[in-house]
């Protein structure tokens, strides 16, 4: 069993930044092997991975927001941040975290938080 909280979204002009959080309450266990993802999913289209990093650290990122987002964690993963810099309206969308989801990012895990929107006006 696992809870996901995410905060931190808002609007934002287009070339700005924004840090979002999710914060992780699961056990040790859980924390410590799985996988966790920032997915997103703008109006009218299919939900995206956008980044993950797995229990080693490696990280990976959609194409379109590769050298803009960076994911990261603290040490005991209570917290996974997403850094989002130079962004575009594009990146509109609202912006979920996920736990568990497979190390190669293939496929999202069963635990979701319940969202926080990122806007970007041009």
């Known amino acids: 069993q696992a809870q996901l909280v995410e905060s931190g979204g808002g609007t934002v002009q287009t070339g700005g930044s924004l840090t979002i959080s999710c914060a992780v309450s699961?056990?040790?266990?859980?924390?410590?092997?799985?996988?966790m993802g920032w997915y997103r999913q703008a109006r009218g289209k299919e939900r995206e991975l956008v980044a993950g990093?797995?229990?080693?650290?490696?990280?990976n990122y959609t194409d379109s927001v590769k050298g803009r987002f960076t994911i990261s964690g603290d040490n005991a993963r209570n917290t996974v941040w997403l850094q989002m810099t130079n962004l575009k309206p594009d990146d509109t969308a609202v912006y979920s975290c996920?736990?568990?989801?497979?190390?190669?990012?293939?496929?999202?895990?069963?635990?979701w938080g319940q969202g926080t929107q990122v806007t970007v006006s041009s």
């Open positions: 996920n736990l568990g989801g497979k190390p190669d990012l293939s496929s999202a895990g069963d635990y």
């Open positions: 699961a056990s040790t266990f859980v924390k410590k092997i799985a996988t």
């Open positions: 990093i797995t229990p080693s650290g490696r990280t």
